[in-house]
C-alpha cells in the first residue's frame, strides 16, 4: 500500500470518527473548554483543570446536542450538502488548532496570577499541556455514559411503545431510566462509602499520628485518671486531646500564672457504633459519656467552657482550640465528640445528618448541666467549629437569638454554603453590605471577618456581649461552592472580587460549578488567610469574644500559633 493510500484510508477513519459527534455540539464544546481555563477562586493543579475542562467540555457538548435536537424538533431545518458539511468540519478543525494551544497558554497564565494572589510560587506554563490529553478523555468518557443512556431510554420506549401511545411512552421511560439512575448513584455512593466507614476508614483510625503520645495530665481525656481510654479516641481525638500548650508555655506567653487546659473527648468506638450515622440515642450517649469527663475534670469550675463540634471524623482546628486556651490564660475547658470515621468530604456526601444530630445533643448536654449550677457559679459557654463542624454546631440553635440566649460566644470558621443557619444570617444582611462580607445590624452582636481587622471595619456601631464572628475567606470554596451555581448567578460573584481572588473571575453557566467543585479538592492546601486554611488569626479572632483588650497579648499569642 502506497503512502498516499495509507494517508487516505487515515482521513477516511479520522471523517468517519468525527461524523460520530454532532458539529454544534463540539462549537458549543469548544466555547465551554474556552471558559473553563478562566480563573476561579483558588490556583489549580493542571490535574485538576483537567477534570473540570473535561466536565465542562463534555456539559458543553451536551448543551449544542439538546439545542439541535430541539430544533430538529421543530423542524427549522434541512440537510446541509456534503461539500458544505465537510467544510463546516474542517472550520472546526482550524478553530480547534489555533483555540486549543492558545487557551493552555491563557489558562496557565491565569493560574499563575491566581497563585500570586494567594502567595503560592507560580509554575511553568509546561505544566499544563497535560491538560489537553486528561481533558479529552474525561470527555470521551462522558458523553459515551450518555449515549449509553440514551440507547437505554430509546430501548424502552420502543417496549413501552407497543401498548402506549408515542408521548405517554416517551415520559416514563425518561422517568424510569432518571429513577433508576438516581437509587443506582445512592445506591452505589452508600455501599462504597460503607465499605469505607466499615473498612479502611476506621481500621486508620485506630492509629495515631507520628509524635501523639497518651497525656499524663488528669485534665485531659485519655489520661490514667479518665473515663475515655485512649484507645477509643480515634485517631483526631487522640491528637486533640495530647495537644495544645501547657500551663508553662501559656505563661511564657502572657507573662502570668495559667493553669493547665481542659480538653476532654468522647470517640465513636467508646460507644461499639457501626455503620455510617450515629442514632440519636447513641449520641446521646456520647453526649453524656463527654458531660461525665466534664465533670471529673472540673471543668464547669473553669472561666470558659467551650464545646467544639468536629469536622467528619472528629477534627478539631489546633490553632482555634490553642489561641483560646492561651487567651484565656489556661482557665478553659473544650469538650468535643467524634461522631464519623469518614473525612469530611466523605460523610459531606454520604452522611450530613449525624453533624446535626451531634452539634444539638452534645450542645443540650452540657447546656442543661451548666443550667443546673447556681447563675453566679457557671463557666462562660463558648461554642466553636469549622467546616462541617460549623454546620453541625450551629445547628443546635434556631437561630442568632436563640445563639445569643445561651450562650457566651460564637467562632465559626469556614461554614459550608449548605448550612441554613449561615444562610439565614447571609440573606439577612443589611442593604448594600456584600455576601462575602455582610453587615447584620451594623455590627451589634454579629460580625464577618476574613481577616483581623473586619472586626472594626468603618461605619459599624458599638459591638455588644455576647459576639458571634463567622470567619471565612473570599477564597474559600468551601463556602461559596453549591449546587446553585450551576445556573444561577450567586451574590458574590455580582459584587467586587475578594482581596485574594482574580478579578477576572466571573459566572459562567455549568462551568463555574465545576470550576469551584474542583477547587475545592485542595482547598486546605494553601498558605494561611487564603482558601480553606484558617489558622494563627484565630487569636484575633477569639480576643472580641473574650473581651480581651490587649494588643500585645494578641500578637504574642499569635506569633506563638505561627
Not at 486531646?241 to 493553669?259: F, K, N, W
Not at 444570617?425 to 476574613?450: K, L, W
Request: net charge negative; hydrophobic share 45%; with cysteine.
Amino acid at each position: 500500500m502506497t503512502t498516499k493510500d495509507q494517508r487516505g484510508r487515515i482521513a477516511t477513519a479520522l471523517w468517519r470518527w468525527c461524523s460520530r459527534f454532532e458539529p454544534i455540539g463540539l462549537v458549543v464544546g469548544l466555547v465551554f473548554y474556552c471558559w473553563s481555563m478562566s480563573p476561579s477562586l483558588l490556583p489549580r493543579p493542571w490535574y485538576l483543570q483537567a477534570v473540570a475542562t473535561g466536565l465542562s467540555v463534555a456539559c458543553g457538548y451536551g448543551v449544542g446536542v439538546l439545542v439541535v435536537w430541539g430544533v430538529r424538533r421543530m423542524e427549522l431545518t434541512r440537510e446541509w450538502p456534503e461539500r458544505l458539511r465537510r467544510w463546516g468540519w474542517y472550520a472546526i478543525g482550524a478553530a480547534a488548532v489555533v483555540v486549543l494551544p492558545l487557551f493552555l497558554v491563557l489558562g496557565a497564565w491565569w493560574q499563575n496570577i491566581s497563585r500570586e494572589l494567594v502567595g503560592i510560587e507560580p509554575s511553568q506554563s509546561w505544566d499544563y499541556a497535560g491538560v489537553f490529553v486528561v481533558a479529552a478523555i474525561v470527555v470521551v468518557l462522558v458523553i459515551t455514559l450518555a449515549r449509553g443512556i440514551r440507547r437505554v431510554t430509546d430501548l424502552l420506549i420502543a417496549l413501552i411503545g407497543r401498548v402506549l401511545p408515542p408521548p405517554v411512552s416517551r415520559g416514563l421511560a425518561v422517568v424510569a431510566v432518571g429513577v433508576v439512575l438516581v437509587f443506582a448513584v445512592e445506591g452505589l455512593l452508600a455501599t462504597g462509602i460503607s465499605r469505607i466507614s466499615n473498612g479502611s476508614a476506621a481500621a486508620a483510625d485506630t492509629g495515631s499520628a507520628e509524635g501523639v503520645e497518651p497525656p499524663s495530665a488528669p485534665e485531659r481525656s485519655g489520661s490514667p485518671e479518665s473515663n475515655e481510654e485512649w484507645d477509643t479516641l480515634g485517631r483526631e481525638g487522640r491528637t486533640f486531646v495530647a495537644g495544645g500548650p501547657t500551663s508553662d508555655q501559656i505563661a511564657s506567653v502572657t507573662g502570668r500564672p495559667a493553669l493547665t487546659p481542659i480538653r476532654v473527648y468522647a470517640g465513636r468506638k467508646s460507644v461499639d457504633a457501626d455503620g455510617l450515622g450515629l442514632g440519636r440515642d447513641t449520641v446521646d450517649s456520647l453526649a453524656d459519656r463527654l458531660v461525665a469527663e466534664l465533670d471529673r475534670t472540673g471543668a464547669f469550675d473553669r472561666k470558659y467552657l467551650a464545646i467544639a463540634t468536629t469536622t467528619g471524623r472528629g477534627w478539631v482546628n489546633a490553632s482555634v482550640a490553642s489561641s483560646l486556651e492561651y487567651l484565656a490564660g489556661g482557665d478553659t475547658a473544650i469538650a468535643a465528640v467524634q461522631y464519623s470515621y469518614l473525612p469530611s468530604p466523605l460523610a459531606f456526601l454520604a452522611d450530613r445528618d449525624t453533624p446535626l444530630i451531634a452539634g444539638r445533643a452534645v450542645f443540650e448536654a452540657v447546656y442543661q448541666r451548666v443550667q443546673d449550677r447556681p447563675e453566679n457559679d457557671r463557666p462562660k459557654l463558648l461554642t466553636f467549629g469549622e467546616s462541617l463542624g460549623s454546620y453541625g454546631g450551629q445547628d443546635a440553635f434556631s437561630g442568632v437569638q436563640d445563639m445569643l440566649a445561651r450562650t457566651d460566644g460564637a467562632l465559626w470558621v469556614g461554614t459550608p454554603n449548605f448550612s441554613e443557619q449561615w444562610s439565614r444570617v447571609t440573606d439577612s444582611r443589611d442593604p448594600g453590605s456584600p455576601e462575602i462580607m455582610p453587615v447584620i445590624y451594623g455590627g451589634q452582636n454579629v460580625r464577618f471577618a476574613a481577616e483581623p481587622s473586619d472586626l472594626d471595619a468603618p461605619g459599624l456601631v458599638d459591638w455588644e456581649s455576647p459576639r458571634i464572628v463567622y470567619w471565612q475567606h473570599p477564597s474559600d470554596p468551601i463556602v461559596w461552592w453549591s449546587f446553585d451555581l450551576l445556573f444561577g448567578k450567586p451574590d458574590w460573584l455580582r459584587e467586587p472580587r475578594g482581596v485574594d481572588v482574580d478579578k477576572g473571575m466571573t459566572w459562567i453557566p455549568l462551568v463555574t460549578f465545576w470550576q469551584v467543585t474542583l477547587d475545592m479538592a485542595l482547598a486546605a492546601e494553601v498558605p494561611e488567610g487564603h482558601g480553606h486554611a484558617y489558622g494563627a488569626d484565630a487569636a484575633s479572632m477569639w480576643a472580641p469574644i473574650l473581651d480581651v483588650d490587649d494588643s500585645e497579648l494578641v500578637d504574642r499569642v499569635t506569633d506563638a500559633m505561627r
